[in-house]
Nanobody, 119 residues
Framework: VQLQASGGGLVQAGGSVRLSCATS????????VGWFRQAPGKEREFVAS????????NYADSVKGRFTISRDNAKNTMYLQMNSLKPEDTAVYYC?????????????WGQGTLVTVSS
């Protein structure tokens, strides 16, 4: 299983960025997918997830109302639309996929893409 994240970069506060993560090697629709992030000097934290077959979405309180996670099962790709960005959103963002069909445990991770929000 391979995950390839893209879309990071430098953006001003208040701006928007869309991250993408292409996956391969499995029936994508049966797996939970999510985004995590790790800021400098901090532990990795959960950002958002969407269940298998486009099920329920969940968001960290810090991003609710600003970020939107989505998935395109036909393209085996997940997205994270990030709006109203703040400097504290600066981090390396990682996409992740469940370890098994219909499992809520993540088992596969992308390489990370850096998002830097300037004030």
């Amino acid at each position: 299983v391979q995950l390839q994240a893209s879309g990071g970069g430098l953006v001003q506060a208040g701006g928007s960025v869309r991250l993408s993560c292409a996956t391969s090697g499995r029936t994508f629709s049966n797996y939970i997918v999510g985004w995590f992030r790790q800021a400098p000097g901090k532990e990795r934290e959960f950002v958002a997830s969407v269940g298998w077959r486009g099920g329920a979405t969940n968001y960290a309180d810090s991003v609710k109302g600003r970020f939107t996670i989505s998935r395109d099962n036909a393209k085996n790709t997940m997205y994270l639309q990030m709006n109203s960005l703040k400097p504290e959103d600066t981090a390396v963002y990682y996409c992740a996929v469940g370890v098994a069909p219909f499992s809520a445990t993540y088992g596969y991770w992308g390489q990370g893409t850096l998002v830097t929000v300037s004030s």
